[in-house]
């Protein structure tokens, strides 16, 4: 069993930063890929970024590749998602998603979601 609890969320202008923290309860936190999905107001949850139990393979989506980047920390059960040059279409809650061996951009193939958090970008 796994907890997470995203935090980091905020309000920035566009072309600002943030940094999300997804914090993870659960000593088999390291056996998961883990992955970042938003969701905007009337928009279906979509995938954002993923990352394999190691770090070693990250996965983006096209609408944030080179300006957003994932990382994790096992040592503190804490994955990151790092996010640049922000724009008001990024706005949205951001949930951090544990699951599988392979990082992966369906919802469907995790098993434990936080809590997520609030993004908002102003133009």
């Known amino acids: 069993q796994v907890q997470l609890v995203d935090s980091g969320g905020g309000l920035v202008q566009a072309g600002g930063s943030l940094r999300l923290s997804c914090a993870a309860s659960?000593?088999?936190?390291?056996?998961?890929?883990m992955g970042w999905f938003r969701q905007a107001p009337g928009k279906e949850r979509e995938f954002v970024a993923a990352?394999?139990?190691?770090?070693?393979?990250?996965y983006y989506a096209d609408s944030v590749k080179g300006r957003f980047t994932i990382s994790r920390d096992n040592a503190k059960n804490t994955v990151y998602l790092q996010m640049n040059s922000l724009k008001p279409e990024d706005t949205a809650v951001y949930y951090c998603?544990?699951?599988?061996?392979?990082?992966?951009?369906?919802?469907?193939?995790?098993?434990?979601w936080g809590q997520g958090t609030q993004v908002t970008v102003s133009s």
């Open positions: 998603a544990a699951g599988g061996d392979y990082p992966s951009a369906l919802p469907r193939n995790y098993d434990y």
């Open positions: 659960g000593r088999t936190f390291s056996k998961y890929a």
């Open positions: 990352i394999s139990w190691s770090g070693g393979t990250t």
